[in-house]
């Protein structure tokens, strides 16, 4: 079985005991936090291994770094394997930046948008505005209302009614 499956049927187990999965998950997401922290310090180095050996330079397991790798990989600038992921997959952690925080921001994972270590990557002023950009990209925005007497929007100078709202 993939590494990515066998994450999930652990993670997402919703028949496991509920206490567990509430520690497995706050084990996993302060392991998260101190591999972001980790990477963010020198934010251009494309770090690259097998799973295995990512596990193994971040002190964590297998199952973690999979998971670490599910989360991060919408964010890579070349994504991973992770369907078919194995052990000895190579795989790379090379984030583009900007996309990188806007997912974090989208996931609405403070402790890690929040990071001391972004400050050395963007002033605040453009975390802000990727945090503002990020948010209202997930806007639904309402076009005015059209009336029946109001000017047709096709521009032809008839009232709605006797253009393009005719049924």
């Given at each position: 079985?993939?590494?990515?499956?066998?994450?999930?049927?652990?993670?997402?187990?919703?028949?496991?005991?509920?206490?567990?999965?509430?520690?497995?998950?706050?084990?996993?997401?302060?392991?998260?936090?101190?591999?972001?922290?980790?990477?963010?310090?020198?934010?251009d180095e494309?770090?690259?291994?097998?799973?295995?050996?990512?596990?193994?330079?971040?002190?964590?397991?297998?199952?973690?770094?999979?998971?670490?790798?599910?989360?991060?990989?919408?964010?890579?600038?070349?994504?991973?394997?992770?369907?078919?992921?194995?052990?000895?997959?190579?795989?790379?952690?090379?984030?583009?930046?900007?996309?990188?925080?806007?997912?974090?921001?989208?996931?609405?994972?403070?402790?890690?948008?929040?990071?001391?270590?972004?400050?050395?990557?963007?002033?605040?002023?453009?975390?802000?505005?990727?945090?503002?950009?990020?948010?209202?990209?997930t806007t639904?925005?309402?076009?005015?209302?059209?009336?029946?007497?109001?000017?047709?929007?096709?521009?032809?100078?008839?009232?709605?009614?006797?253009?393009?709202g005719r049924?």
């Amino acid at each position: 079985m993939a590494l990515l499956a066998e994450w999930k049927k652990v993670a997402y187990n919703e028949n496991a005991d509920q206490n567990k999965l509430k520690q497995l998950w706050a084990a996993y997401f302060q392991q998260e936090k101190e591999i972001y922290a980790q990477l963010l310090k020198q934010p251009d180095e494309t770090v690259t291994g097998t799973v295995k050996e990512l596990a193994d330079r971040y002190g964590v397991t297998v199952m973690t770094m999979t998971g670490f790798l599910d989360g991060i990989n919408d964010s890579l600038k070349e994504p991973n394997p992770i369907e078919e992921m194995e052990e000895d997959t190579q795989v790379n952690l090379g984030f583009d930046k900007a996309l990188l925080y806007k997912n974090m921001v989208a996931a609405e994972a403070d402790w890690l948008y929040g990071l001391e270590e972004w400050n050395d990557i963007f002033d605040e002023e453009t975390r802000k505005a990727l945090y503002k950009e990020q948010k209202s990209s997930t806007t639904i925005v309402k076009g005015a209302k059209i009336y029946p007497n109001d000017p047709c929007p096709c521009g032809s100078g008839k009232k709605y009614k006797k253009c393009c709202g005719r049924k």
